[in-house]
């Protein structure tokens, strides 16, 4: 009797799969943003640990301190251009794909006013120059 027939007598469970799909509590950010995100991740962890070998290095009196809280000066000029390109580079996405226009509903008013006046007036007359006020950068 081998260490398999040991085992024959224990009931087999249901295969259920390793792991269930499960909706995303938040959407996925676009792309360029999460790009951005990443590399500006990466920059901020090399200078963590430029920090620590400056630190420590210092604190050794190791030649190695002045080179390396320079690199660190340089690298935090750096991450922080990376933090700040995430910001940028998410405005920038919410303002070109992200913001859904709706009209306001003074806008609609007007709007309403204005085809009322087309519709009661004569048929593709556009609004006088006198009607529609002083042009711009005109003397007063």
Known sequence: MDA???DRDIPQRA???LWTEEP???RRLPDPVRTA???AVIIVAVTLVQAMI????ALADSWLAFPSVLTTVGSTVLATWGVLDVWVTRQVWNQRY???SRPSSTARQL???RRRARKAGPAGAAPRAAERGP???AAA
Do not use: E, N, T
Request: proline residues 4%; glycine residues 8%.
């Open 98 to 100: 992200g913001v859904v």
């Open 111 to 113: 709007r309403r006013q």
């Open 4 to 6: 398999m027939d040991k």
């Open 24 to 26: 995303a509590r938040r």
């Open 15 to 17: 295969v259920r799969p």
């Open 54 to 57: 400056a630190v420590l290095s």
């Open 135 to 137: 042009a711009r950068g």
């Open 37 to 39: 995100a990443v590399r």
